[in-house]
């Protein structure tokens, strides 16, 4: 417990900047960009708290252009631009977690914070919600029927990266995995820290087993796809401003020896 006390004594200004900027990206990830806001505007449209816009996901080239043409941010919110925000806060808090974190269980901390880079990089290269805006507007500016017929090629290409109907495609797919394997990691080194504290801990596993859960249904029910996203998303808010204000307070020297209280490994 020495060793660690005196680490956090010690601590350099660099981890403290990662922390304040972990700290920072997890409130602004709570509050303005969260992540899954496709399926909260469709459930506000579901529930008539949004009058305009589609009901559902577009599932061809031409819907999203149509969508686009008519509810340009609804458009980029169905096709997930929010989340390419929260995806790139979410590398910046998993940073500040591997800075607080990282005398608490150096190894799981680090695979934790490669799996969230991971999913992170896969995910921006994934997200193709700037390309379709693009081709809607140059589609809905065509001159000949030839030129709208290769505009919706060219879409229909994109959305098999990025496939918006029933199932993400596969790059999505996979760094919403590798992202919620992350959290559940950190999560579970957070048992360990009294920084933390248990009750963040326990929000962080349960919004990342939830998440998960959509894998489950997914394979075996994925009319009920929305169930385990909709589930996990109020335990990942609660996880991210609790997550935010820890880190700001560890970033300014406020927590002491606790946030490494555990054995170095």
Not at 33 to 61: D, H, Q, T
């Amino acid at each position: 417990m020495a060793r660690e006390v005196q680490d956090v004594g010690t601590m350099e200004s660099g981890w403290r900047g990662l922390c304040k900027l972990g700290g920072a990206a997890a409130f602004i990830a709570a509050i303005l960009f969260r992540r899954n806001m496709a399926e909260e505007y469709l459930l506000g449209r579901l529930l008539g708290i949004f009058s305009s816009g589609p009901r559902g996901l577009p599932g061809s080239a031409l819907e999203c252009f149509t969508v686009f043409h008519t509810h340009r941010l609804i458009g980029l919110t169905l096709l997930n631009l929010f989340d390419m925000a929260n995806y790139a806060l979410v590398a910046l808090i998993f940073l500040g977690l591997y800075a607080a974190l990282r005398r608490v269980s150096r190894g799981l901390m680090t695979l934790a914070a490669a799996l969230a880079l991971m999913g992170t990089a896969i995910y921006l290269a994934s997200n193709q919600a700037f390309a379709m805006l693009a081709l809607s507007d140059r589609y809905w500016s065509a001159a000949t029927d030839t030129q709208r017929t290769m505009l919706l090629a060219a879409g229909e290409a994109l959305l098999a990266i990025q496939n918006t109907a029933a199932t993400y495609g596969s790059g999505i797919y996979i760094s919403y995995f590798l992202v919620n394997v992350a959290g559940l990691i950190a999560a579970t080194v957070m048992l360990r820290s009294a920084a933390f504290g248990r009750t963040t801990a326990y929000m962080g596993i349960l919004a990342n087993v939830l998440g998960l859960g959509y894998y489950i249904t997914d394979s075996f029910a994925p009319a009920l796809n929305a169930i385990p996203i909709s589930a996990s998303a109020p335990f990942l808010l609660i996880w991210y401003l609790r997550i935010g204000w820890m880190l700001l307070r560890i970033g300014q020297g406020r927590e002491g020896g606790a946030a490494f209280d555990g054995p170095v490994q």
